[in-house]
C-alpha cells in the first residue's frame, strides 16, 4: 500500500508545490489503514484522482489605486472536489497566495468539509493583492475587480466561497455588492455575509468556538477539562479573538496574542474588549494593544530565536495556533513540551509541521486536535448560513451556536471511534482523515468515473 501512496505523491512532487505536497503527505500515508482494508479504493484510482482538483480557474485583476494607476493582481479559485455538494471554502487576500498554497487550503476542505457532515464540497481561492496600508476605497475598487472574473464561475449550488486571512465582513460586503449587480441575483453565493443582508449569526464567533468546544470535548475524554487551564493563542485575528473568547467562558486563560511583526504575553490574561476595539475597530497591530494594557509585554519579531515562533516561548498548559501555516514547528513544539504544555488544538490551517505532529503523536500524555475537525466549525456554519438563505429564514444565535456545539461533539466522537475502529486509538490525525476521506471516497464510486 505504501507503494501505491507513493506513487500518487510522486506525481504532486513533479509540480514543485511544496505546500501541497506537505497537506497531501500528511492525509495520503494516515489514511494508509482504510486504503489496506478497502482495496477498492485503488482499484478505482481515488487517490489519483482526489489529488488533482476538478477545475483551477487563475485571472487577472486590474484595479484602480488612490493615486489613479492601474495595478494588476493575481486572482485564482481552486475548485477541488464537488462530491460531496458546492464547492465551499474561503477567499484569502494575502502576498504569500499562489496556486500551490491555494490547492493545499483546498485539499483539506475537502475532507473538513466532509467531516462536518454537510452537503458541500471543497475549494479554496483568493488573490496575492496585499490589503494591509490599503485605503477603503482601495479595497472597495479591488473586491470589486476581483468579483468581476469571480462571479462567473460561482453560484448558490455551484461554488460558495467565504473569507479567510485577509478577508472578513468588510471584504464579502463588497463582494456580494459587485455580485449582485453582475448577475441580478440575491442568493446564498457568498457566505459570512452582513447579518443584515442574510448572514447568518454566530458565523463570525463559529471558527474559534468551535476550536474550543472541539478542545473540550477531546479533554473531556482524557477526564480533563479547560477550567483553570493557561493558554497560549497565536495570531490576533477572526479565529484567535473568537477563540480567547470561548476559552474564558469555559474558564481557561488566554496569555498571547500575535501577528506578523511580533507577539504579546499578558499574563493577568488577554483583555478581549480591548482587543477587538484595536483588531476589529481600529484596524491595528498586537504592538497597540502592549501599548494600551499595563503589564502586557510585546516581543517583536527580531527578537525571537531564529527559526522559532517566539509566541511559543510562553509557559502554558494548552496551544491554539490561530494565525497561519507552519508556525509551529519541532522546536516550538518542544519547547512547548518542556514548559508543561500537553495540548495543542489547530484553529489555523496546517499551523503544525509535519515533524511538530509526529513528535505530538508520539508522546502519550499529549492530545492533538488536528485542524482539519478542529476548525471545522467556521465552513460548518457557513453551510448553516446557505440553509437559512435557502429557506429566506434567520435563526437566533442561540440555535446556531447550539447546532455547531453539536457538529462539533460529533466530529469528536465520529474521529475518535473512526481513529479506534482503525486500531489507531486516540490518534485524531488517523481519525479524522480515515473518517473525511471514507464519505467522499465512497461519493465517488457511486458518481463512477468524472
Ligand atoms: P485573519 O486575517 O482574521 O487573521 C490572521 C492573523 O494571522 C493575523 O493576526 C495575521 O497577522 C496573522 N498572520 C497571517 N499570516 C501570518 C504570517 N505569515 N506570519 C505571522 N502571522 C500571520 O484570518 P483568520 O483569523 O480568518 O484566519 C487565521 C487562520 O485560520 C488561517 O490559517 C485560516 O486559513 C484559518 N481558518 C479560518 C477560518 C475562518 O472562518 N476565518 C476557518 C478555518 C480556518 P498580520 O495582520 O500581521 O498578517
Redesign the pocket.
Known amino acids: 500500500m505504501g507503494a501505491y501512496i507513493n506513487k500518487v505523491l510522486e506525481n504532486i512532487k513533479k509540480a514543485s508545490q511544496p505546500t501541497f505536497l506537505q497537506a497531501a503527505t500528511e492525509v495520503l500515508h494516515s489514511i494508509e489503514p482504510i486504503l489496506r482494508a478497502d482495496k477498492r479504493y485503488e482499484q478505482h484510482s481515488i487517490l489519483e484522482r482526489l489529488v488533482v482538483p476538478e477545475k483551477v480557474t487563475q485571472f487577472r485583476i486590474v484595479w484602480i489605486d488612490d493615486k489613479g494607476k492601474a495595478q494588476t493582481n493575481l486572482g485564482y479559485r481552486v475548485q477541488f472536489s464537488s462530491a460531496l455538494g458546492p464547492y465551499k471554502g474561503?477567499l484569502?487576500f494575502?502576498p504569500?497566495v499562489n496556486l500551490d498554497v491555494l490547492k493545499f487550503?483546498g485539499f483539506e476542505q475537502i475532507f473538513k468539509n466532509s467531516l462536518t457532515g454537510l452537503m458541500i464540497g471543497g475549494g479554496k481561492g483568493g488573490s496575492d493583492f496585499d490589503p494591509?496600508g490599503k485605503s477603503e476605497g482601495e479595497i472597495m475598487r479591488f473586491c470589486q475587480a476581483f468579483m468581476l472574473e469571480l462571479s462567473k464561475i460561482i453560484g448558490a449550488n455551484t461554488d460558495v466561497p467565504?473569507?479567510?486571512?485577509?478577508v472578513?465582513g468588510r471584504e464579502i460586503g463588497y463582494m456580494f455588492g459587485a455580485y449582485k449587480k453582475l448577475t441580478n441575483l440575491f442568493d446564498g453565493t457568498l457566505t459570512g455575509k452582513g447579518l443584515k443582508w442574510g448572514g447568518s449569526l454566530a458565523r463570525t464567533e463559529?471558527?474559534g468556538y468551535g476550536c474550543v468546544y472541539f478542545a473540550d470535548e477531546m479533554l473531556k475524554k482524557a477526564k480533563d477539562s479547560l477550567e483553570g487551564k493557561v493558554c497560549s493563542v497565536s495570531?490576533?485575528?477572526?479565529?484567535?479573538i473568537y477563540t480567547i473568547e470561548k476559552l474564558a467562558a469555559f474558564g481557561a486563560k488566554a496569555v498571547t496574542i500575535?501577528?506578523?511583526?511580533g507577539f504579546v504575553y499578558d499574563k493577568e490574561g488577554i483583555d478581549l474588549e480591548l482587543l477587538k476595539e484595536i483588531k476589529e475597530v481600529k484596524r491595528g497591530?498586537v504592538s497597540d494593544y502592549a501599548k494600551a494594557k499595563k503589564g502586557a509585554e510585546f516581543v517583536s519579531v527580531d527578537k525571537y530565536k531564529k527559526g522559532t515562533n517566539g509566541v511559543w516561548s510562553v509557559k502554558c498548559d494548552g496551544a491554539f495556533p490561530?494565525?497561519?501555516?507552519n508556525?509551529l514547528n519541532l522546536a516550538d513544539i518542544k519547547t512547548l513540551y518542556k514548559n508543561g504544555c500537553r495540548f495543542v488544538a489547530e484553529?489555523?490551517?496546517m499551523?503544525s509541521s509535519l515533524e511538530s505532529i509526529n513528535f505530538m503523536l508520539a508522546q502519550k500524555d499529549f492530545h492533538f486536535a488536528p485542524?482539519k475537525a478542529a476548525?471545522a466549525g467556521?465552513?460548518a456554519t457557513s453551510q448553516l448560513e446557505m440553509q437559512q438563505n435557502a429557506g429566506m429564514a434567520q435563526w437566533s444565535f442561540e440555535e446556531v451556536d447550539k447546532k455547531l456545539h453539536n457538529i462539533m461533539k460529533d466530529i469528536f466522537h465520529n474521529s475518535y471511534e473512526t481513529a479506534k475502529e482503525f486500531k489507531h486509538s486516540g490518534n485524531l490525525v488517523v481519525g479524522s482523515n480515515i473518517a473525511g476521506f471514507r464519505k467522499v471516497a465512497e461519493a465517488m464510486l457511486e458518481h463512477g468515473y468524472c
Open positions: 474561503g484569502r494575502h504569500s487550503l494591509k467565504a473569507g479567510d486571512i485577509g472578513g463559529a471558527t495570531g490576533s485575528g477572526n479565529v484567535a500575535s501577528d506578523s511583526s497591530r490561530s494565525a497561519t501555516e508556525e484553529g489555523a490551517n499551523p485542524a476548525n467556521g465552513v
